[in-house]
């Protein structure tokens, strides 16, 4: 007996439950697949004589499960099955068989091993009891404030906000952020080409998330008021400052535009500040911008050392409750270790030094991308912790990653990272950080010698 498509009497109430099941059945039984457009809302509440609410609710519940794919103007699509565990990184280090440039990590050397041994060795010795006793994050973590603000304002973020919040780094920040400025079945906008973990993490959360177009200064301010005048979106999700895969700097001029049309939309701000400090001469955060409207995020993951797990959100004063809320049932609180560690670095200069010290070696590491690559076209941001390779003329996006990959050297190719089906972009995303700086120019010369070759005819769809 087939599933699909129903006929009214297979259907039971509450309707639109009983829609979505049917059609979550269909998806698994394989009658529905990858990519299989839904009718639309209006079709099917009259074959099955339902009203188009019952219809719209039903996929909205489908949109919610993950299983289909709302995407605006266009309309419901059968999404992928697969497991969710593709990254664009290697999933597995393997160390020495391979140069890894797929992950985003800034240097790590013996210097950052022996500074997390010293810091946690005298920390041993005067631990504060709350930083191991209190279950209240107030307590806990409540003495951090001032210190928290020097290091914000060392990314360019004077706050007095009282929204501060510690967190355990970004992508915890970034999920509170998208809890507290949507519902499921909002619409989420970000950059075509944009953060990996926001496509998945929409999805769990229930949101709808649509890519738009970027210029060399990042989104489009058209692409923007075209999306907003068609249909109400939550919230602009942004990385400004170098850290987008495109590695694009936004211009102060670019951020004013986009915030005057958030305003005029009356959209929420998202902003990923993942790297702070790194860049020295840093154009304002959005966020002293908008206030009002603006979640701002940034840790010490990227800038300082992985290991130091520990970042901060600011969220505009009418979100302040909402997101504390959110942080409590997700996180409960920030590690109350992490932060005293963190703070304490950030009080007595290590943090400082560290910072330095990490701007230093990624200058020198663009320097090689750039000594190297020489005439090839490639974008790159400052003290950026990768670059982002155009796929070169005579290849093909797929088969430049997979062939780089066949001589030994890792890359993320430019589709993990697209937002939507449509974005046209194609490259790929290579870190400098992960790796010593002989396998990086090893890496580097691979990616040259290969960039400048013809493929094979075999390998130009690979
Ligand atoms: C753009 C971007 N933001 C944030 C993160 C994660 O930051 P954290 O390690 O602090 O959670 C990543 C991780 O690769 C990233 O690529």
Redesign the pocket.
Known sequence: MTIWPPKPEDLHRPAYRSLADVITRAIKAGELNEGDRLPTHRDLAFKLNLSVQTVSRSYDELVRRGVVLGEVGRGTFVRSQRSDTQTPFLPESQYGAIVDCSM?KPVFEALHLDAMRDGLAKMSLDLPASAASSFRPSRALGTYGNTSRKWLARCGLETSSEGLILTN????AMTIALMTTASPGDLIVTEGIG???LKPLCRYLGLRLAGLGVDADGVIPEAFTRICQKTKVSALYL?PAG?NPKAYTMSRERRIELVNLARRFDVSIIE?D?WGPLQPNRTAPIATLAPERTFYFT?L??CIM?GL?F?YLVVPEAYESAAENRHLVTNWMATSLMSELACRWIEDGTAEDLLQWQMTALGERNQLAADILSDIPFNASENGLHIWLPTPETWSEEAFVAHTRLNGVAIASGSSFKMSDDVKDSGARICLGAESIESLKQGLMVISRLARSNPEPALQTF
Not at 169 to 172: L, P, R
């Open positions: 985003l780094g970004n992508t915890s953060h990996h973990a990385m850290l990923n993942a840790s993951t990227k992985p797990r970042g």
